[in-house]
Structure formats: structure tokens, C-alpha cells
């Protein structure tokens, strides 16, 4: 008999949660104006909001929260961590932020002004964030396959090089601070992006002198599609393709929530000494001295820990195969998902699980609040909501996706799991033709409304 695949793991720790009944979940999101991020995480019983900080970190994570050295300057958790990443990653500049959208705040406030353009594939919401709060333009260069969710492309997450180098040349690159590629491609989908791309793409931004920045909360996990999807790259370890990736990159920004399999953490890191001299100032102002910058000592040294265990083959391949697992399941039941199954969730097309419901009565975040009166389980709408009103029309904006993601938390869940989660969503797609109305806005924040939005059943 052939041996199963089975966890690179075992649990040394548990944490209990807790069942209940439709009767509380129904009473629970009203209360909570149907928005799944106001819930209390007890009114949860699995949670797949996100896989962002939610990781369980490792035996040798926690034994190195206890040799973290807490000094003000210059310690050496510090030290740590510039050595992780100046081995695993190559850069030789680096600051330390309390999390990835600090990391854009003091990056961006060095590089973007007013009337700027920033091209790439799809912008993780908080980067959009932090382009258009500073009055610039973020431009979706991403290839037509990634909006086609039947579309198996093995790397959806790519960047379309005709539609960046005709950006380049509407705009001029003296407007463009830099071309952002986000690894994966989160808001396509957890989809890689290639070697070959990210090559690509570097080549071009040369020919135009504008730097390539890496958003790069995912970068294992990407590592591990090329080592299994992309020629040549079969027999290279995870750490030599990252090394190869970053060859094509100028700086990064990091979560470390993600792919450091840390609860807090991000940093920035550059090739050059300048822009580091430059957002150092920023990020003394914002986040905290270039030691630390907003992050404990402790912190510091179980994110290092992380980036080494993040890149080890064995660890993607569990990881990767549990997202797998659970959307592999819903595909056999006919479930519309994003193919190929991404990095780090699975992504239900609510276009097609809710066709009764209209767009403006928000289908996504109609699938999501259902999953969760089912069985307690939390998902995230990644649709209409999320992309926020058109900054200068203040309409809705319709992006060309509307999607549930499932984002599966690292080392956290068992496969029993999902099971679960996948019963849950059969057991709603079993009856998805009786769903015919969804929610309205009452309430929203001008910019990322979707964490506060407040919703009224129709
Ligand atoms: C999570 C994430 C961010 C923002 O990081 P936070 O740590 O949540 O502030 C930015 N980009 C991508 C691709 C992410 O996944």
C-alpha cells in the first residue's frame, strides 16, 4: 500500500475551541451589524479570517522568545535577524516595523508623492491603501488568466509585461517610484508569480531605471510553486530559489505574520545604502529606533527563527498540501473555486456559488456570513466591499472577482478540520438557489471599509 501524505509535525500544545448552536451564530453576527470581523473569536469555531498571525510557532520559535535581548540599541536579537535576512533573503539593509503595512508606511512616505503611479500585479489592499491615501494610483498589470478562475496557469500571479510597459509609457517613468510585484499574488487568489516573470519584469523596469519592490509576506510559499511548477527549478532547494528571486528585486516589504510564521512582526529590506539612510528617518518617526523599530527583542529573534523554517521544503509541502486538501474536496463536489488551488486559502467564486444574488447586494460577504451561521466557521469577502468606493467618483468599485477566501492558518488546524469546513460550504451550496437577496451598507469608513463596515440584511 502506498503511504499517505502526513504532517511534518506534532503537537506539542493545544488550545481548545468552542461549538455552537445556528441559533447563537444568527443572534451573534446581527449583533455584530453582519460584519464577520466584529465578531468575538469564542463565537468562532474555526477561523479561516485569515492566516495572518495566526501560525503556531515552533518548539525552537519559543525557546528563542526567551534569548531575545531587549536593549534599546543595538541588540543582539537585532543582529539575528539581519543575519537571517541578509542570508536567506540578500539583502544588506534592513529595518524593523511592528508589522507589513508599517513597513509601507515608512518605505511609501520615502518613495511616493501625490500624483505618482504604482503598477504591478494585484495590490494587497493596505498597499493600495497606502498609495492612495498619499493621492497616488495603483495600476492591476496582472495577466487576463488570473480573472478567469476555471483558467489552471500554473502562475496567475504574473505580471502582464505589455500592460506594464504600456503604463510606463502613458505615464512616464518619472512618475513610477517603483513596480510592485506581491508574492503570491494574494487578491488573485494565493497565485504564484515565476522566475521567468519576475526576471521579466526586472529586465523591463531596468530598461526604464525604475526599482523592483517585492511585497513579500507569501515569498516561501511562492518559492515552493516554482520548485514544483517551473522548469529547471525541480532539484533547487527552497533557499536557492528564494536567493534567485531576490536577485531580480531592489527592496521588499514584509508581514512577517505570514510567511516568518511569527503572531507580530515586519520589516523593509533595500540594495541600497541611501534609500536605507533615507527611510531610516521615517522609520525612527513612525515605528521606533532602527534596531527595534516596533518590534521586542524577543519578537526579533522568533521571526528570524521563522524565516529559516518558512524555507524549508518539508514545511511548505505539509502546508501546501492542507490548503490543497480541503480545496481539492470542494472541487470534486462542483464547488466554483480559483484554480489551481493558491498558496495559503481557497477561494470560493461567489459570483457563481450565489448566482441570485446581486452585485450590489455584496455576494461574497453574503457566502461568507452564511458559511458562518452553517457551522461557526469564518471566512473573509474579498469583492466589492474590500475594493472600497473609486477614490475620486466615490462609486462602488466591482473588481473582476468576487471571492470568499478561506485562509488556512500555518501548522494550526488539522485535516478533520477541513473536513468540516468542507461539509459546512456543501451544506450551503446544497441549498445556494433559495439565497436570493444579500446586505446593504449602512455604515463604512472612507478608506479599507471592509475591517468597520457595518451591513443590514435585505
Ligand atoms: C498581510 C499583508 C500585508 C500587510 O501586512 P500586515 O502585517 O497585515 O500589516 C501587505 N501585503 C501583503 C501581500 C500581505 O499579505
Not at 517585492?214 to 527552497?238: L, P, Q, V
Request: hydrophobic share 40%; charged share 25%.
Amino acid at each position: 500500500m502506498e503511504l499517505p501524505f502526513a504532517e511534518n509535525y506534532k503537537i506539542k500544545m493545544v488550545e481548545t475551541i468552542k461549538r455552537s448552536t445556528r441559533e447563537e451564530r444568527e443572534q451573534w453576527i446581527k449583533d455584530a451589524k453582519y460584519n464577520l470581523f466584529n465578531l468575538k473569536s469564542n463565537q468562532v469555531f474555526i477561523d479561516l479570517l485569515t492566516d495572518s498571525g495566526t501560525g503556531a510557532m515552533s518548539d525552537k520559535q519559543w525557546s528563542e522568545l526567551m534569548l531575545g535581548d531587549e536593549s534599546y540599541a543595538g541588540a543582539s536579537s537585532y543582529y539575528k535577524m539581519k543575519d537571517a535576512i541578509t542570508n536567506i533573503l540578500g539583502f544588506e539593509y534592513f529595518l524593523p516595523t511592528h508589522q507589513g503595512r508599517a513597513a509601507e508606511n515608512v518605505l511609501f512616505s520615502t518613495l511616493v508623492k501625490q500624483g505618482d503611479i504604482v503598477p504591478g500585479n494585484s495590490h494587497f489592499d493596505t498597499t493600495k491603501g497606502h498609495i492612495e491615501f498619499r493621492k497616488a494610483t495603483a495600476i492591476d498589470c496582472t495577466i487576463n488568466e488570473a480573472f478567469d478562475t476555471e483558467n489552471t496557469h500554473p502562475f496567475k500571479g504574473n505580471v502582464d509585461l505589455n500592460k506594464l510597459e504600456k503604463v510606463i509609457n502613458e505615464h512616464g517613468a518619472d512618475k513610477i517610484p517603483f513596480i510592485i510585484i506581491t508574492v503570491t499574488n494574494n487578491t488573485a487568489g494565493g497565485q504564484p508569480v515565476s522566475m521567468q516573470n519576475l526576471r521579466d519584469v526586472k529586465k523591463l523596469a531596468d530598461k526604464y531605471t525604475i526599482p523592483v519592490l517585492y511585497d513579500s509576506a507569501r515569498f516561501a510559499e511562492n518559492a515552493y510553486f516554482i520548485k514544483t511548477r517551473e522548469t529547471g527549478y525541480a532539484d533547487k532547494s527552497i533557499k536557492e530559489i528564494v536567493r534567485e528571486m531576490y536577485t531580480y528585486a531592489d527592496m521588499m516589504t514584509m508581514s512577517s505574520k505570514k510567511d516568518a510564521i511569527v503572531n507580530m512582526g515586519g520589516f523593509i529590506a533595500m540594495k541600497d545604502k541611501t534609500l536605507f539612510e533615507k527611510a531610516s528617518m521615517f522609520n525612527i518617526v513612525f515605528e521606533g529606533f532602527i534596531t527595534y523599530g516596533g518590534m521586542s527583542g524577543r519578537d526579533m529573534n522568533a521571526l528570524a527563527q521563522g524565516l529559516k523554517e518558512a524555507t524549508e521544503f518539508e514545511y511548505l509541502e505539509t502546508r501546501i498540501k492542507q490548503v490543497e486538501y480541503l480545496g481539492k474536496q470542494l472541487i470534486d463536489y462542483g464547488i466554483p473555486v480559483q484554480h489551481p488551488i493558491g498558496g495559503h486559502a481557497v477561494f470560493i467564486n461567489a459570483l457563481k456559488f450565489l448566482p441570485n444574488v446581486p452585485r450590489n447586494e455584496f455576494p461574497a460577504q453574503t457566502l461568507a456570513i452564511e458559511l458562518y451561521k452553517e457551522a461557526g466557521v469564518r471566512g473573509v469577502e474579498i469583492g466589492a466591499i474590500m475594493a472600497d468606493r473609486d477614490p475620486v467618483t466615490r462609486e462602488n468599485r466591482y473588481p473582476d472577482l468576487e471571492l470568499v477566501r478561506l485562509a488556512i492558518p500555518r501548522r494550526t488546524y488539522t485535516n478533520n478540520h477541513m473536513d468540516y469546513v468542507a461539509a459546512a460550504l456543501i451544506n450551503v451550496f446544497d441549498r445556494r438557489n433559495a439565497i436570493k437577496s444579500g446586505y446593504k451598507i449602512i455604515k463604512e469608513a472612507e478608506v479599507l471599509r471592509h475591517f468597520t463596515v457595518e451591513l443590514e440584511q435585505l
